[in-house]
């Protein structure tokens, strides 16, 4: 029996941002667990495999870690082709690393898929560059959910000089607003929020660090959602300001736009 | 005529970490403008394209940009579907943002297309999760490649609290050091340093901050390479540590292992 578990990232959202790798993997499973926030579209890759809802949204009801672990286990004990499908990257706030960890210390041998991490597609999809020569060398990733109590220092990542992308914000906005102002990161920073990043009903809502909480509110924005933070978010109506031109870029395929 | 460039990332190097949408885009291209770095088994998808060969790669000969500037512009112009192609994902150290905005202003319409960065997948490759709950809470991706002359705090990254990926790295290893090292980024800080990430002849050596610089002399490390710089990083073999075990992971698939 060859038991194995593919940790696939499904990418974004968009189904065509799936790589050729996690369509393959799709195609051999004999069972696929997947994740809320994974666009059912993929599943037309799979169409033989046994499907499992195993999602984890947070702050409603949802399947515990422990339970698609041994999920995963039972499965790949039975020499089933199992794929644990998550929404973007399985490496990147995926506890990809958690489980094949897991599951490698019982035995089982895990391949992991990489995916188009949402924070990524979804400021492509607003014409957003994260980074950009003369205005940021560099794009910092990090998730606001208080389940992981790893220390992150928001005022040594206020002055870091790159753009900043918060996962699972929503519900942070007035903490990190107050901690990146107290690093010294200026008030007018540009802010892009976007709901629903790559799918067809992304919204975007632009504004600055200091007017975010505010302007969230009036936009109604919801998770799942994604803050870029930094002078490549700039709104594209202020494009009169040459500070802020080198953001700006037309792209084809942009959602609704808010500004 | 409709005059369109896409902008597409073809992943870090493995051809089957192309997204379904990038497959598309080549096999509806007339003209496709690739990068050094690009695998050329990627072009399997557009056996009819014309390709024309654009690399930059540091210190050799190479394409002034604003000369793929004006051969994307002239076969636009004339109606082609040009596609360019580049290494990892176009808005990620790619110049997608420059470029879009350049034929944006002559009235080109553009698409991206993300593809995955090769700091992402060479970590991946090497069992190192980029975020792990407890351990890493976010990832910043940095050049250090010197025409960029925006603004880069080391040090304030160096007290950020996210795992560390640098890209085009090689040539700058001393300069890291000192400045990551004034940051009171412990010495003993793992780094994994990646040379062809996610090629069959990707090799990685495993170090710690203090040793890098000489690590990566005996180990005759050469671009293109990313070094992944934080506790995620940890060395296998160096599991008897309780404080390493949560970034060790057993993978099917990794390259040539150097520790």
Redesign the interface.
């Known amino acids: 029996m060859s038991a194995?578990v593919w940790l696939v990232g499904a990418?974004p959202g968009?189904?065509?941002?799936?790589?050729?790798?996690a369509?393959?993997a799709l195609s051999e499973a004999d069972v696929v667990l997947i994740d809320d926030l994974v666009n059912d579209a993929v599943l037309e890759h799979c169409p033989g495999a046994r499907i499992i809802a195993v999602g984890k949204r947070g702050g409603c009801r949802s399947t515990p870690q422990a339970f698609i672990h041994r999920l995963m286990l039972r499965y790949a004990r039975q020499g089933k082709c199992v794929v644990r499908l998550k929404g973007g990257?399985?490496?990147?706030?995926g506890?990809?690393?958690?489980e094949?960890?897991w599951?490698?210390e019982r035995g089982i041998?895990?391949?992991?898929v990489?995916?188009?991490?949402a924070g990524?597609?979804g400021?492509?999809q607003c014409?957003?560059?994260?980074?950009?020569?003369?205005?940021?060398?560099?794009?910092?990733?990090?998730?606001a959910h208080t389940?992981?109590?790893?220390?992150?220092?928001w005022q040594?990542?206020?002055?870091?000089?790159?753009t900043l992308v918060v996962y699972m914000g929503v519900a942070k906005l007035c903490e990190i607003r107050e901690q990146l102002l107290a690093g010294a990161m200026p008030a007018e920073t540009p802010v892009a929020m976007i709901e629903n990043a790559s799918l067809a009903h992304q919204r975007e809502c632009r504004s600055t660090l200091m007017a975010m909480v505010e302007d969230a509110c009036a936009f109604a924005l919801k998770s799942p959602a994604i803050l870029v933070i930094g002078a490549?978010a700039a709104n594209p109506s202020c494009a009169s300001d040459p500070a802020r031109?080198?953001?700006?870029?037309?792209?084809?395929?942009v959602g609704s736009q808010h500004a």
Chains 1, 2 share one sequence.
């Open positions: 194995k990418g968009d189904p065509e941002l799936l790589t050729l790798k369509v393959r990257d399985p490496c990147i706030f506890r990809g690393g958690e094949a960890q599951l490698g041998e895990t391949e992991l990489n995916g188009i991490t990524l597609a400021a492509t014409a957003i560059p994260l980074t950009l020569r003369g205005v940021a060398r560099g794009v910092t990733l990090v998730t389940q992981d109590e790893s220390s992150l220092n040594a990542l206020a002055q870091g000089g790159t490549v031109q080198g953001a700006l870029f037309s792209v084809a395929h």
